[in-house]
């Protein structure tokens, strides 16, 4: 098998998405009554539109590790809630404060601010009843639940994004820099591999080389969105850009300049796909996601 | 065993509180590097000042199940982690926007709002990491994991906080009341019941029980909390007064006036100690926890 192009790995991913988000909406929809309203920001916040990064890499490394689609399921579902829900907090006005997402109206600017918290607080703990009620084994169940707990929290994405808000209108520095992008970016993406894996039943090899390959997946990712922030176009995007500077976001291209960022981005690249070495070429998909997620342009 | 007096179940669960919240501080250390005003944050919501009438009740329906509080411990925690960061999301400008809590600035005046509303987002991630990590048997865990999502989730208390913040500024209404009562207030504590159950590996019946007085005493405690906005004072509460009638809150007072609410008060009250039948006399300090919840001042 050879490793797809650039354009072909984004066309899969693209059709991929596509058969995802029909499962992913199934499976948000409430079992007891819900305000509407609530269910209606949900859906907006969760239901489409993202490329579903996350969710893919679940579902591929739990088929690498010998899982099928569906094994991967409840947890690329329950990852993508706590993605869904950590855009929709980050978004308010009180943290960055932005007003378009994915080329529409963020959740708070299309059903108000009270709502959109609550809807954020809505898909968190969705993302734990889907792994506590859709996957099948209790084992796996609590060492999923454990990671997306600990990869999502205090000391992962939260407090990476604690950092983030923290780090405004500072000096920009390269290792504090760094320790956003592990906390707020790259630990989801690891937690990703490793939810694979568990979902799969994987061996210790094959569930570290699989949260390895999300780790620095995840910090080619960001490094690529901070870059992304300074030379893409708003109508690619999506979203408006050169925000970071504007805020004073602590950014690789602050801190170290746009070449130097693109350099440390492709030793993330390499990083990431030399951690896919014990999967073999069945791994050549996620080899040219690597390149995807670096080349995008939005 | 002679029923204790209201005097002394309010002191016998100060007491506790004491006795439990060294042991909650304890599991509010992060095992990974935290941002120092994330764990400053999470502390300051989490850990002083409260009840801690909910994890009581985990405790003591698990302790009437044949668990022991060391089972109850894990699940009393998390629910008290989602219990604060409710309180939190709750307090923000967007939403009831309250300046003091227990007699203190509440999280956002202390930490400003984006520390706040991340502090909340990681509160209810440690809830399920606490479950998923310090309960013993996968079994229980997945059903606690279950029911603290639920009870939180969409169909529970954020499900509910949506009515209440919704329904402002509307015509009073019996029904829409009780719906937020419910939701906001009543399936937490009925999640208490059910949590001490689970950890003591009680039996369909114990566990119903446990709910039904968990669901009631939730009702009962929720009406008090009316009453006391419109007769308390704000030195014995630690917070503003008169907040429901100025934001147009939907309450029991503002749709069947105070004599009313205290008659339908009386109903719940009988409800949850009806349903403690099962328990026996061992259950006498939460047949009269009902009438402290119902009494109390603040």
New interface residues.
């Given amino acids: 098998m050879e490793e797809p192009t650039t354009a072909e790995v984004g066309e899969r991913l693209a059709a991929w998405a596509g058969r995802f988000n029909a499962r992913f909406e199934a499976l948000l929809v409430?079992?007891?009554?819900?305000?509407p309203?609530?269910?209606e920001a949900?859906r907006y916040a969760a239901a489409s539109g993202g490329k579903r990064v996350r969710p893919y890499i679940v579902t591929r490394t739990c088929e690498l590790c010998g899982g099928t689609e569906d094994d991967a399921l409840p947890a690329a579902a329950a990852l993508e809630c706590v993605h869904a829900?950590s855009l929709v907090?980050d978004d308010?006005p009180?943290?960055d404060n932005d007003d378009f997402r994915r080329g529409r109206p963020t959740c708070h600017k299309a059903y108000?601010?009270?709502?959109a918290?609550?809807a954020?607080?809505?898909l968190?703990?969705?993302a734990?009843?889907l792994?506590?009620?859709r996957m099948k084994d209790?084992?796996k169940?609590?060492r999923a639940?454990?990671e997306?707990?600990?990869g999502?929290?205090?000391?992962g994405m939260?407090?990476g994004?604690?950092?983030d808000?923290?780090g405004e209108k500072c000096a920009p520095d390269l290792e504090r820099v760094r320790q956003i992008h592990r906390g707020k970016t790259a630990r989801l993406f690891e937690a990703a591999g490793r939810l694979g894996a568990i979902s799969a039943g994987a061996d210790e090899a094959q569930t570290s080389a699989a949260a390895e390959f999300g780790h620095y997946l995840g910090l080619a990712f960001q490094i690529a969105d901070d870059i992304l922030d300074v030379t893409g176009s708003a109508q690619e995007l999506g979203k408006a850009v050169a925000k970071d500077a504007q805020a004073g976001k602590q950014t690789y291209p602050a801190a170290v300049g746009l070449e130097e960022s693109r350099r440390i981005a492709r030793t993330f690249v390499d990083k990431a796909i030399g951690a896919l070495r014990i999967f073999g070429p069945a791994a050549d998909d996620l080899r040219a996601l690597v390149r995807f997620v670096i080349d995008r342009k939005k």
């Fill in positions: 409430p079992s007891e009554p819900v305000p309203i609530m269910v949900v829900f907090h308010l009180a943290m108000g601010e009270a709502v918290i609550l954020g607080d809505a968190v703990t969705l734990f009843e792994l506590a009620t209790p084992q169940i609590v639940v454990t997306l707990a600990r999502a929290g205090w000391a939260i407090g994004q604690t950092e808000i923290l």
